[in-house]
Every structure is written in structure tokens, then in C-alpha cells.
């Protein structure tokens, strides 16, 4: 059974940084698709960031391109996102996603097929 565990929430002032993880277990894939999203009250949820494994490759919203970046651990089997310079707007639950892909093309949402809690992240001005 897989499961995904999100932590590094919490509240930070404008201008501050935080760093997400994600502890993944029961994954036996071996070409997968890794992202964070988020979701804000009252929107929709969108893709922040997204890793393909193996290789690496990574994919960003424009929003987010330059002041975050994923990355992940496979031998602690852990996916991080470094959140910098912090905006209100970045106020979301933010969760972990994952599924399998045969291409490196992450960006589909039905992919994500496994899914965290999610875990609050606030920005206050």
C-alpha cells in the first residue's frame, strides 16, 4: 500500500522560506511521476511543481519557477519542496502526489494516482 506523508508546514512571514517534505512508502515503481500541489480556499487545485524519475526532470508553474524547487532523496525515498521568498498568495494546503509514467511528461493530472494529506502552509504579510 503506498502512502504519502507530508511535513515542513507551517506559518512564515512574507519574504521567508520553508522546506516541504514528503516520506513516501510501499512504491514500487520504477518510471514515476512526483509533484506537489496546492490549493487555496475557494480555487482550484493546481500543479506547483512535478520530478520524473529516473532522470530527474522537473517541471514548474510559471508562478512558482525560481523561488521554489523540488527535488527528492530516493535512497530516504523522500520528496522535498524548497519554498523561497514567500508571497501571501503562496497560502495553500499543499500536497504530496505520485504515479506511474512512461514518459517524463509529469504534467498530466491523472497520473497522480496517490495522493498525501496535505499539509497547511500559510504567508502572512
Known amino acids: 500500500q503506498v502512502q504519502l506523508v507530508e511535513s515542513g508546514g507551517g506559518s512564515v512571514q512574507a519574504g521567508g522560506s520553508l522546506r516541504l517534505s514528503c516520506a513516501a512508502s510501499?512504491?514500487?515503481?520504477?518510471?514515476?511521476?512526483m509533484a506537489w500541489f496546492r490549493q487555496a480556499p475557494g480555487k482550484e487545485r493546481e500543479r506547483v511543481a512535478a520530478?520524473?524519475?529516473?532522470?530527474?526532470?522537473?517541471h514548474y508553474a510559471d508562478s512558482m519557477k525560481g523561488r521554489f524547487t523540488i527535488s527528492q532523496d530516493n535512497a530516504k525515498n523522500t520528496l522535498y519542496l524548497q519554498m523561497n521568498s514567500l508571497k501571501p498568495e503562496d497560502t495553500a494546503m499543499y500536497y504530496c502526489?505520485?504515479?506511474?509514467?512512461?514518459?517524463?511528461?509529469?504534467?498530466?493530472?491523472?497520473?497522480?494516482?496517490?495522493w498525501g494529506e496535505g499539509i497547511q502552509v500559510t504567508v502572512s504579510s
Open positions: 510501499g512504491y514500487t515503481y520504477s518510471r514515476y511521476c
Open positions: 502526489a505520485a504515479g506511474p509514467s512512461r514518459t517524463w511528461a509529469c504534467t498530466t493530472y491523472a497520473i497522480y494516482i496517490y
Open positions: 520530478i520524473y524519475t529516473p532522470g530527474g526532470n522537473t
